[in-house]
């Protein structure tokens, strides 16, 4: 891994760039806020790059290893991309109950993917979560932002399909 | 703004609603559940129904939060004759509005449970699903809009601040708290008012107050629904409390899985501040809170409130070891209260009712009311609010409708991954901390999830080892390594490799993470284990003589 000192600067001019950096002055560079600021860069990319974490060391005088260790520690943050689309299977306790193990399988039947892999293509990513808190549409996917409800084996993979097929 | 201020305002709202020239509210749950259901276009559809007939002088349409029974959403409610109609889609909206607003007549085949009743409640308020129930932390949920901050002025809302800022010393909170006999909703059930106490009494130039909403429990998501159905509830529970321990800063700690619920409570901010029941001198007096919302990031553990208070500064989510406690020593080494969402929920009715009003309701030792998340196998999955020592029958049965599919009741499981299961022939146990406990089980949170005899007790155990062993921090040894070892000879009984040795030694390692680890999650992560193996052993030995 880079030094800091090294870190290649990210284009000022981008968007995304513009926007953790307004994070970063609102939250007054304050280290406390790592946390939200991660949270940005997050939703601003879709996973956090290794540039971008170098950038916010900088901004907020951390040391590297607390800006990694904090990354790598919370399951919301990712070093890698989740892939264009992806599928959210919820194995929370009442999806558990209600077959999210079947659907899973049914998933890595039809696209060849496990839990937190993405397709060479980066076109899909799967991934699973403790709870996303809708127990009782169990058991629920989300797929990129639209839960799906009481999902079954059999249709669950031409959904995924039409969604990827759409872009 | 002054007291003065408020008070003309909520004058002038109660006059608005009681002088309401809609005759009908029609209300359209919008609590996450629903809205994933397709509740937004729904409601998008009744606007322009209602438009194109002409009917929006008398007819008001008003998105609210959670109404309780999940599963059967979308949801909608006309009032004032509470009719709920379930599984609206776009599609039979124009019946609707011609039946219930035209011909006045509900369409009883629509209304809520209807294709499972023998004959629909025409008032939902009469069916058992609502009937058992007695909502205070849910009060209001599903009734008002909870983005317009007027709503709840109407419904006695920032009353009790008003009471407690200009009649009441944080003693005198302190001392109606400590007698409504309330505990902690959180899921160790510690005294609420004794809590706030210990902090009052620490002496130091900043305070804080913690709001726990980091709901990581799979299968519990009542404080979401707190928060997305009312959040003015949460935040004026919060500002009694700064109030009563003395504190000017309060964080509120919202798992980043709810952004709807993140979203209403900052709206919830924004407008409280606009109002000047929040922020600097409030209601004109010298006292100054002020929230912030902190988003978490998926980490279980961060429920606990050391890992929590480590999260809020910004660094990795571990615990500490206790003493000091955060009430002596919390967020930045100062004394900090932390409290569940839906403790906070049941702040302002002990305000306004009274400590005794509330410690009559419940059990001895239980007082008021629990919401329980209920889910699984079961007819009417939901968010239920009940007496404490309402009977897990009472709440299977009569409320949650039986079994789904007409199968057997197996288990019922509590408190997440930190609880156990209660098998049927322990069904008439009262809900409360102490009968929970006695049975090796916990209320937690209150996630109720209902099993059938598909369910493999073993499997279950396994599942919930898989959990702990994912979201032990690694911080202490028995839990890191316990919670592995733990699950692999589970992995090893599933797989039908295992041997009665193998059983002897889960036994004595879940003694030894019990004792052993740092925090609640290593201490609690045997639990499952545990009460699968005292009321479900034969499926364990069962697999083992498989061999």
């Given at each position: 891994?880079?030094?800091?000192?090294?870190?290649?600067?990210?284009?000022?001019?981008?968007?995304?760039?513009?926007?953790?950096?307004a994070?970063?002055?609102?939250?007054?560079?304050?280290?406390?806020?790592?946390?939200?600021?991660?949270?940005?860069?997050?939703?601003?990319?879709?996973?956090?790059?290794m540039?971008?974490?170098?950038?916010?060391?900088?901004?907020?005088?951390?040391?590297?290893?607390?800006?990694?260790?904090?990354?790598?520690?919370?399951?919301?943050?990712?070093?890698?991309s989740?892939?264009e689309?992806?599928?959210?299977?919820?194995?929370?306790?009442?999806?558990?109950?209600?077959?999210?193990?079947?659907?899973?399988?049914?998933?890595?039947?039809?696209?060849a993917?496990?839990?937190?892999?993405?397709?060479?293509?980066?076109?899909?990513?799967v991934?699973?979560a403790?709870?996303?808190?809708?127990?009782?549409?169990?058991?629920?996917?989300?797929?990129?932002?639209?839960?799906?409800?009481?999902?079954?084996?059999?249709?669950?993979?031409?959904?995924?399909?039409?969604?990827?097929?759409?872009? | 703004?002054?007291?003065?201020?408020?008070?003309?305002?909520?004058?002038?709202?109660?006059a608005k609603e009681?002088n309401?020239?809609?005759?009908?509210?029609?209300?359209?749950?919008?609590?996450?559940?629903?809205?994933?259901?397709?509740?937004?276009?729904?409601?998008?559809?009744?606007?322009?129904?209602?438009?194109?007939?002409?009917l929006e002088?008398?007819?008001?349409?008003?998105?609210?939060?959670?109404?309780g029974?999940?599963?059967?959403?979308?949801?909608?409610?006309?009032?004032p004759?509470?009719?709920?109609?379930?599984?609206?889609?776009?599609?039979?909206?124009?019946?609707?509005?011609?039946?219930?607003?035209?011909d006045?007549?509900?369409?009883?085949?629509?209304?809520?449970?209807?294709?499972?009743?023998?004959?629909?409640?025409?008032?939902?308020?009469?069916?058992?699903?609502?009937?058992?129930?007695?909502?205070?932390?849910?009060?209001?949920?599903?009734?008002?809009?909870?983005?317009?901050?007027?709503?709840?002025?109407?419904?006695?809302?920032?009353?009790?601040?008003?009471?407690?800022?200009?009649?009441?010393?944080?003693?005198?909170?302190?001392?109606?708290?400590?007698?409504?006999?309330?505990?902690?909703?959180?899921?160790?059930?510690?005294?609420?008012?004794?809590?706030?106490?210990?902090?009052?009494?620490?002496?130091?130039?900043?305070k804080?107050?913690?709001?726990?909403?980091?709901?990581?429990?799979?299968?519990?998501?009542?404080?979401?629904?707190?928060l997305?159905?009312?959040?003015?509830?949460?935040?004026e529970?919060?500002?009694?409390?700064?109030?009563?321990?003395?504190?000017?800063?309060?964080?509120?700690?919202?798992?980043?899985?709810?952004?709807?619920?993140?979203?209403?409570?900052?709206?919830?901010?924004?407008?409280?501040?606009?109002?000047?029941?929040?922020?600097?001198?409030?209601?004109?007096?010298?006292?100054?809170?002020?929230?912030e919302?902190?988003?978490?990031?998926?980490?279980?553990?961060?429920?606990?409130?050391?890992?929590?208070?480590?999260?809020?500064?910004?660094?990795?989510?571990?615990?500490?070891?206790?003493?000091?406690?955060?009430?002596?020593?919390?967020?930045w080494g100062?004394?900090?209260?932390?409290?569940?969402?839906?403790?906070?929920?049941?702040?302002?009715?002990?305000?306004?009712?009274?400590?005794?009003?509330?410690?009559?309701?419940?059990?001895?030792?239980?007082?008021?009311?629990?919401v329980?998340a209920?889910?699984g196998?079961?007819?009417?999955?939901?968010?239920?609010?009940?007496?404490?020592?309402?009977?897990?029958?009472?709440?299977?049965f009569d409320?949650?409708?039986?079994?789904q599919?007409?199968?057997?009741?197996k288990?019922?499981?509590?408190?997440?991954?930190?609880?156990?299961?209660?098998?049927?022939?322990?069904?008439?146990?009262?809900?409360?901390?102490?009968?929970?406990?006695?049975?090796?089980?916990?209320?937690?949170?209150?996630?109720?999830?209902?099993?059938?005899?598909?369910?493999?007790?073993?499997?279950?155990?396994?599942?919930?080892m898989?959990f702990?062993?994912?979201?032990?921090c690694?911080?202490?040894?028995?839990?890191?390594?316990?919670?592995?070892?733990?699950?692999?000879?589970?992995?090893?009984?599933c797989?039908n490799?295992?041997?009665?040795?193998?059983?002897?030694?889960?036994?004595?390692?879940?003694?030894?993470?019990?004792?052993?680890?740092?925090?609640?999650?290593?201490?609690?992560?045997?639990?499952?284990?545990?009460?699968?193996?005292?009321?479900?052993?034969?499926?364990?030995?069962?697999?083992?003589?498989?061999?």
């Amino acid at each position: 891994m880079d030094t800091v000192q090294s870190a290649p600067d990210l284009p000022k001019t981008d968007p995304r760039v513009k926007l953790i950096a307004a994070k970063i002055k609102k939250e007054n560079y304050k280290p406390d806020a790592l946390i939200e600021i991660l949270h940005t860069a997050q939703n601003a990319y879709g996973y956090l790059p290794m540039n971008v974490l170098k950038y916010i060391t900088k901004a907020l005088r951390l040391p590297p290893s607390r800006v990694f260790s904090t990354v790598t520690f919370y399951h919301f943050f990712s070093l890698k991309s989740k892939g264009e689309h992806t599928c959210l299977v919820c194995t929370g306790t009442a999806c558990y109950v209600k077959g999210a193990q079947g659907i899973l399988n049914e998933i890595e039947r039809q696209f060849a993917l496990k839990p937190g892999q993405v397709s060479t293509d980066n076109k899909l990513g799967v991934q699973v979560a403790r709870c996303i808190g809708a127990c009782g549409l169990a058991p629920a996917v989300v797929l990129d932002e639209e839960v799906l409800a009481k999902v079954n084996t059999t249709d669950i993979a031409d959904k995924i399909k039409a969604k990827i097929s759409v872009s | 703004m002054n007291r003065q201020d408020l008070q003309t305002i909520i004058y002038a709202e109660k006059a608005k609603e009681l002088n309401n020239k809609y005759k009908h509210k029609l209300c359209v749950c919008c609590g996450a559940s629903c809205i994933s259901s397709g509740s937004e276009e729904v409601m998008k559809k009744l606007q322009e129904e209602i438009k194109t007939r002409g009917l929006e002088a008398e007819v008001e349409v008003v998105p609210t939060g959670c109404m309780g029974p999940c599963n059967q959403g979308p949801l909608v409610k006309f009032l004032p004759e509470y009719n709920i109609y379930q599984k609206v889609d776009c599609s039979n909206i124009k019946r609707i509005v011609q039946s219930q607003l035209v011909d006045k007549k509900p369409i009883e085949d629509m209304l809520i449970f209807s294709d499972s009743r023998p004959k629909p409640f025409i008032d939902a308020r009469e069916d058992p699903f609502f009937k058992k129930q007695m909502k205070i932390a849910l009060r209001n949920c599903g009734h008002i809009n909870p983005e317009k901050i007027e709503e709840y002025l109407v419904h006695n809302g920032y009353t009790a601040l008003d009471k407690v800022l200009f009649q009441l010393s944080p003693e005198e909170v302190i001392a109606e708290i400590k007698q409504s006999r309330m505990r902690g909703r959180g899921g160790a059930g510690y005294p609420t008012g004794l809590k706030w106490e210990t902090v009052y009494k620490y002496v130091s130039d900043q305070k804080y107050v913690i709001c726990n909403g980091d709901e990581g429990d799979p299968g519990a998501f009542m404080d979401r629904s707190v928060l997305e159905g009312n959040p003015h509830r949460v935040l004026e529970g919060m500002t009694i409390a700064a109030y009563a321990i003395g504190a000017s800063k309060g964080y509120a700690y919202i798992r980043g899985e709810y952004p709807l619920a993140i979203k209403r409570f900052e709206l919830a901010i924004k407008q409280a501040k606009k109002l000047g029941v929040l922020g600097t001198n409030i209601l004109g007096t010298t006292f100054s809170f002020d929230v912030e919302v902190r988003i978490g990031a998926g980490a279980f553990v961060c429920g606990e409130e050391t890992a929590l208070i480590a999260s809020i500064e910004g660094k990795r989510g571990t615990p500490k070891p206790r003493p000091p406690f955060p009430a002596e020593s919390g967020l930045w080494g100062k004394p900090t209260l932390i409290n569940n969402v839906e403790t906070f929920a049941g702040i302002v009715p002990i305000i306004n009712n009274g400590g005794e009003w509330y410690s009559d309701i419940g059990t001895p030792k239980s007082a008021g009311t629990k919401v329980f998340a209920l889910a699984g196998k079961i007819n009417y999955s939901g968010l239920i609010e009940v007496p404490m020592g309402t009977s897990l029958r009472e709440i299977v049965f009569d409320i949650g409708g039986g079994v789904q599919g007409g199968g057997e009741f197996k288990a019922a499981q509590t408190g997440g991954p930190s609880g156990g299961c209660i098998p049927a022939e322990h069904l008439d146990v009262k809900m409360d901390y102490e009968s929970l406990i006695s049975l090796g089980s916990i209320m937690g949170s209150g996630g109720l999830i209902i099993m059938d005899q598909s369910s493999d007790m073993v499997d279950v155990a396994r599942y919930f080892m898989e959990f702990c062993m994912d979201e032990s921090c690694g911080k202490c040894v028995p839990c890191r390594v316990g919670t592995k070892m733990m699950h692999d000879l589970l992995q090893k009984i599933c797989d039908n490799k295992g041997t009665s040795i193998d059983l002897e030694r889960l036994e004595e390692l879940a003694a030894y993470v019990k004792e052993t680890s740092l925090c609640g999650l290593g201490a609690s992560a045997p639990n499952p284990l545990l009460s699968t193996l005292r009321h479900f052993r034969h499926e364990y030995v069962s697999r083992i003589e498989q061999e």
